[in-house]
């Protein structure tokens, strides 16, 4: 393990709890998680692709081409988890629920669901005092009054510093009007959000031979960041971080694509007539690239120097944050209790954008989120 003033923290890693499984299991329509006989592992089923593939395979295991991803242990063991900070000498996790975290759970059943989940969070972090903490997770399609008392509820949980939530917010994405007060309740407690990808593009885009010739590399790889992308663009254009200047968010996959294409969203605001006569254009609007620097955080998940180098660049060395993407993406050709590429690639990406042992590859592998997320134990 690192030393104290070297810590290394994982602030993108998810776990399903048990009642998240349960649930999962409960399914028959994505997102859900399913056994098929002589298959060795559940396989986790959420993207649309995958259903359609579940659709036709129906229960014939035989074939090699299973939809979706292995249930491992690395899902829901917090003894794995463990291990794999060990193994990769991560201090400290910040887990979160992956997607679609609970934004398909009927309304009525949405608000407990969150408690037991967050609790479930809440119980694995205080067995490993100092080395978990959590984003939790917001009962998204509950009413309103149940969604902001589970705002209070997580503020009081001690390993709690944010939540995660998708783009798809209320069901109207990040611009509706009507999730003002759930980010003014967020802000006004100190909670973070970090901000996931799951819904990504229209599947029509990645056109007829994706989902048999591709696997999930369309979706993953360019639905994903272009999604997160454009939720904050549609949050910065309708104005929510004026709104709620104190909000703070925690972009995954290093902001998408919002650092590489922060200039060319100014130059369409600039350059569009309507928004212009409007006055919003006026002087003392903030610009994309303060918002990325003032209110905005970005995980450095993005496997190579290149993309690194650009979130540096938009955000700041003191606002990019360490992660792995864990349990997602397992090592293919090797033991999955060794190295994981996730690790090894994000790590190195830091080491070549900023230098091995510098003050600002500390900063990103750890130091930032100590300070940032407020990782001590007290
Ligand atoms: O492999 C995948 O589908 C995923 C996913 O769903 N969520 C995530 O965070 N990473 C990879």
Same mark, same amino acid.
């Given at each position: 393990?690192?030393?104290?003033?070297?810590?290394?923290?994982?602030?993108?890693?998810?776990?399903?709890?048990?009642?998240?499984?349960?649930?999962?299991?409960?399914?028959?329509?994505?997102?859900?998680?399913?056994?098929?006989?002589?298959?060795?592992?559940?396989?986790?089923?959420?993207?649309?692709?995958?259903?359609?593939?579940?659709?036709?395979?129906?229960?014939?295991?035989?074939?090699?081409?299973?939809?979706?991803?292995?249930?491992?242990?690395?899902?829901?063991?917090?003894?794995?988890?463990?291990?794999?900070?060990?193994?990769?000498?991560?201090?400290?996790?910040?887990?979160?629920?992956?997607?679609?975290?609970?934004?398909?759970?009927?309304?009525?059943?949405?608000?407990?669901?969150?408690?037991? %989940?967050?609790?479930?969070?809440?119980?694995?972090?205080?067995?490993?005092?100092?080395?978990?903490?959590?984003?939790?997770?917001?009962?998204?399609?509950?009413?309103?009054?149940?969604?902001?008392?589970?705002?209070?509820?997580?503020?009081?949980?001690?390993?709690?510093?944010? %939540?995660?939530?998708?783009?798809?917010?209320?069901?109207?994405?990040?611009?509706?009007?009507?999730?003002?007060?759930?980010?003014?309740?967020?802000?006004?407690?100190?909670?973070?959000?970090?901000?996931?990808?799951?819904?990504?593009?229209?599947?029509?885009?990645?056109?007829?031979?994706?989902?048999?010739?591709?696997?999930?590399?369309?979706?993953?790889?360019?639905?994903?960041?272009?999604?997160?992308?454009?939720?904050?663009?549609?949050?910065?254009?309708?104005?929510?971080?004026?709104?709620?200047?104190?909000?703070?968010?925690?972009?995954?996959?290093?902001?998408?694509?919002?650092?590489?294409?922060?200039?060319?969203?100014?130059?369409?605001?600039?350059?569009?007539?309507?928004?212009?006569?409007?006055?919003?254009?006026?002087?003392?609007?903030?610009?994309?690239?303060?918002?990325?620097?003032?209110? %905005?955080?970005?995980?450095?998940?993005?496997?190579?120097?290149?993309?690194?180098?650009?979130?540096?660049?938009?955000?700041?060395?003191?606002?990019?944050?360490?992660?792995?993407?864990?349990?997602?993406?397992?090592?293919?050709?090797?033991?999955?209790?060794?190295?994981?590429?996730?690790?090894?690639?994000?790590?190195?990406?830091?080491?070549?954008?900023?230098?091995?042992?510098?003050?600002?590859?500390?900063?990103?592998?750890?130091?930032?989120?100590?300070?940032?997320?407020?990782?001590?134990?007290?």
């Amino acid at each position: 393990m690192s030393t104290s003033s070297s810590r290394v923290v994982d602030v993108h890693t998810h776990m399903y709890p048990p009642r998240y499984v349960e649930l999962l299991e409960s399914r028959d329509t994505i997102p859900l998680i399913r056994k098929f006989p002589g298959a060795e592992d559940p396989r986790y089923i959420i993207l649309p692709a995958e259903a359609e593939s579940l659709k036709n395979i129906g229960d014939d295991a035989s074939s090699s081409h299973l939809p979706g991803r292995p249930v491992t242990s690395h899902y829901s063991s917090l003894k794995q988890k463990i291990h794999f900070m060990d193994t990769h000498k991560i201090d400290i996790s910040v887990i979160s629920l992956a997607n679609p975290w609970l934004d398909f759970v009927a309304s009525e059943e949405a608000g407990e669901t969150a408690k037991t %989940v967050n609790q479930e969070f809440s119980s694995m972090c205080a067995e490993y005092p100092g080395r978990l903490f959590f984003f939790a997770t917001l009962p998204l399609t509950a009413p309103t009054d149940v969604l902001l008392s589970s705002i209070e509820n997580v503020k009081n949980l001690k390993y709690c510093r944010g %939540v995660i939530l998708g783009t798809s917010g209320l069901g109207k994405g990040l611009d509706d009007p009507n999730l003002l007060p759930v980010f003014k309740a967020l802000a006004a407690n100190n909670l973070l959000i970090f901000l996931h990808p799951h819904y990504g593009l229209p599947s029509e885009v990645w056109g007829p031979r994706a989902t048999e010739e591709y696997g999930h590399v369309l979706p993953l790889a360019l639905g994903f960041p272009l999604e997160t992308t454009i939720a904050v663009a549609r949050m910065y254009l309708a104005g929510v971080f004026e709104q709620v200047p104190s909000l703070r968010m925690l972009l995954a996959h290093s902001g998408g694509t919002l650092p590489f294409l922060a200039g060319r969203i100014e130059s369409c605001i600039v350059h569009d007539g309507h928004l212009v006569r409007e006055g919003k254009v006026g002087p003392g609007r903030r610009t994309i690239w303060e918002i990325l620097k003032e209110q %905005v955080y970005l995980d450095a998940v993005i496997y190579s120097e290149v993309g690194l180098k650009a979130a540096i660049e938009a955000s700041g060395v003191d606002r990019l944050m360490f992660g792995t993407d864990h349990p997602f993406f397992p090592p293919l050709g090797s033991d999955e209790q060794g190295v994981w590429e996730s690790m090894s690639w994000n790590r190195e990406a830091v080491e070549k954008a900023l230098g091995v042992g510098s003050e600002g590859m500390e900063r990103v592998m750890g130091g930032n989120a100590v300070e940032i997320l407020r990782l001590r134990e007290d």
